[in-house]
């Protein structure tokens, strides 16, 4: 073996294990698609709609793709393909969850494969430990009573990959003061929130 040979082999297996960007998003209905948010809704209220995705630049200031991207919203079952133009997606048809602060989704750059499986009860507990102790929770327990948990695998071997939560996302003074979504990915072997 040449050491050329051995090098290229070494540049293939590294971009071949390098995961897809991710950006966050939030689904925006078509004008007049729907009529009022449910602000007191305790469980999901579903609307099926056209709209588009406002693509987020990254925590680490990285701009929107541009080009062909999944949206994915594992807590509804939603994977859109799309093509992301000047930081925005069109989606023909997606399922809206109408309640307050369930509006974010994953756009992952690229038109990788996606699976939606259920999140194992060790990603389940690790994931609760990360949000908790997010400072908007303030590491109260209660916080996270009725917590929904979607997950992502973009690999296909059945391991999540990245992952959505709703429920409280701000506490204090001894109670729920929103509702919303945290994001994580699997880095190594422990999950982190996206920023």
């Known amino acids: 073996m040449t050491r050329a040979w051995l090098l290229s082999l070494l540049v293939a297996t590294t971009a071949a294990a390098a ?19 449910c602000a007191d809704c305790a469980k999901r209220k579903i609307a099926p709609v056209a709209g588009s995705v406002r693509v987020l630049t990254s925590g680490d200031g990285v701009a929107p793709p541009e080009g ?19 930081g925005q997606v069109t989606v023909p048809w997606f399922d809206y969850d109408l309640r307050d602060g369930d509006d974010g989704v994953l756009v992952l750059e690229g038109d990788v494969p ?37 997950v992502v695998d973009i690999d296909g071997d059945g391991v999540a990959d990245f992952a959505v939560t709703y429920g409280c996302n701000a506490w204090w003074d001894g109670q729920c003061q929103s509702r919303g979504q945290f994001f994580l990915v699997h880095r190594g072997a422990r999950w982190v929130e996206i920023e």
Not at 19 to 37: D, K, M, N, V
Not at 68 to 86: E, N
Not at 115 to 136: C, K, M, N, S
């Open 114 to 150: 996606v699976g939606l499986p259920p999140a194992t009860p060790a990603d389940a507990r690790a994931i609760e430990q990360v949000i908790l102790h997010d400072d908007t929770l303030s590491g109260v327990r209660r916080a996270l009573v009725g917590l929904e948990l979607g």
């Open 68 to 86: 062909p991207v999944v949206v994915v919203s594992p807590l509804l079952g939603v994977v859109a393909r799309g093509k992301a133009v000047h």
């Open 19 to 37: 995961p897809p960007r991710a950006w966050l998003g939030t689904f925006q209905p078509a004008p007049g698609a729907i009529g009022e948010r």
